[in-house]
Structures are given as C-alpha cells and as structure tokens.
C-alpha cells in the first residue's frame, strides 16, 4: 500500500514545526532554532528548508504572518500541531520499541505489543 504524503514527519518537518510552536518566526530563525536547540546535530540548509516551509503552507500545517522584503513570516495551525503531536507519538512509540516494548507510565503510552519471536 502507499505511503500517504504527510504521513510522517522527515526529521527537518518536525523540528521546523517544534521551532514554530515557540512562536511565529522567519524561515532562518527557524533554522537556527533547530541547530540551538540540538546543539548543532541537527542543521536545516536553505533548500530544505524552504522545500519543508513550501509542503508546510499547502498541507495548511502553517501560514504566513508577515512578509517584509523576501523575509517571511510563518505560524503554526492546528492542523500543524495534530501534525507534530502525531509524530511524537509515533516517536515515542518507536523508542519504547527500542527499549523492549516497557510502559513507559510517565508518557501514558501504552507497552507495544510482543510477539513471541
């Protein structure tokens, strides 16, 4: 079956959207908000960036706020933030997978289930 488009979030769209969840911001202040904020193991160039911002803007995840120049703007929608919650649970799901399939209770994220391998 395919992939739906949007299904999951690459790692560069959930953090732009992580970015964008502390407040409206330009496509750079996003870029360097991500690269602060995984001490620099995670760095945005521009084409992937403005590729992200542009699937972003037609999914409806986000919207301009601003336009100043070539200097744009961009909020977060709700459709955006379903979007990022989606994929962190999904996240934590695949690192309690990782880590056994334990309940992890202070996520409320329920055991995976085990098959007898």
Do not use: W
């Not at 330009?26 to 001490?39: F, L």
């Not at 999914?59 to 100043?68: I, L």
């Not at 202070?106 to 289930?113: C, F, K, T």
Request: glycine share 8%; hydrophobic share 35%; aromatic share 6%.
């Amino acid at each position: 079956m395919p992939k739906r488009s949007m299904e999951n979030l690459t790692e560069s769209m959930f953090y732009v959207l992580m970015a964008l969840r502390t407040g409206p911001m330009c496509g750079t202040d996003a870029a360097k908000y991500v690269e602060e904020r995984t001490a620099g193991r995670v760095r945005i160039g521009p084409a992937t960036l403005y590729t992200v911002l542009a699937k972003f803007e037609n999914e409806k995840y986000t919207r301009q706020t601003e336009v100043d120049g070539r200097r744009r703007t961009y909020t977060i929608t709700e459709k955006g933030e379903k979007a990022f919650q989606a994929e962190l649970v999904r996240l934590r799901l695949c690192v309690a997978d990782a880590e056994g399939g334990e309940e992890h209770e202070e996520d409320g994220l329920p055991a995976p289930a085990v098959s007898g391998v």
